[in-house]
């Protein structure tokens, strides 16, 4: 089993497509392992939902893909 934590530099702030983020991937894992590179792809939509009274709801859907390269060693 693999755990998996991303930590934002900026959290409290509001992305735009294309932009590049900075921060920490914390991996936790069952056994060590080696790896060239990791590659996280995340496709989110949001959806705002007005009410008669003005109240704003929000709904936030994220799906993440995580790929490890491999270290190939000769």
């Not at 755990?3 to 509001?14: A, C």
């Not at 991996?27 to 989110?44: L, W, Y």
């Not at 009410?51 to 490890?68: D, E, G, I, M, Y």
């Amino acid at each position: 089993m693999v755990g998996l934590d991303i930590r934002l530099k900026k959290v409290d702030r509001v992305y735009s497509p294309g932009e590049v983020l900075s921060g920490v991937i914390v991996i936790d894992a069952d056994s060590s392992f080696s790896h060239n590179g990791i590659q996280i792809t995340v496709h989110g939509v949001v959806t705002l939902q007005l009410s008669s009274k003005r109240c704003v709801k929000t709904f936030l859907s994220l799906s993440l893909s995580l790929f490890l390269f491999p270290l190939f060693l000769s």
